[in-house]
């Protein structure tokens, strides 16, 4: 699965649980994609507010920002 909030201006990811599992090449992206923003564009925030364990599956599965030109 894959939440995807890449644009020319910022969504926001908000992830609230006890444990958090992202699995199986799944993936959490924010960001601002290349040619989309301006000087003027902030990137969204991803918040994971989880109070037990965070996993990450394998090398497939990524939670990442990234702004690109």
Same mark, same amino acid.
């Given at each position: ?9 910022? *969504? /926001? @990811?908000? #992830? +609230? ?5 992202? =699995? %199986? ?18 990137? *969204? /925030? @991803?918040? #994971? +507010? ?5 996993? =990450? %599956? ?12």
């Amino acid at each position: 699965s894959e939440v995807d909030v890449r644009a020319g201006s910022g *969504g /926001d @990811i908000a #992830i +609230n649980s006890r444990n958090l599992k992202v =699995l %199986a090449a799944s993936r959490v992206r924010a960001g601002i994609l290349p040619g989309l923003g301006s000087l003027d564009n902030q990137a *969204g /925030d @991803i918040n #994971i +507010n989880a109070t037990g364990e965070i996993t =990450l %599956a394998d090398e497939l599965t990524s939670i990442s920002n990234v702004v690109q030109q």
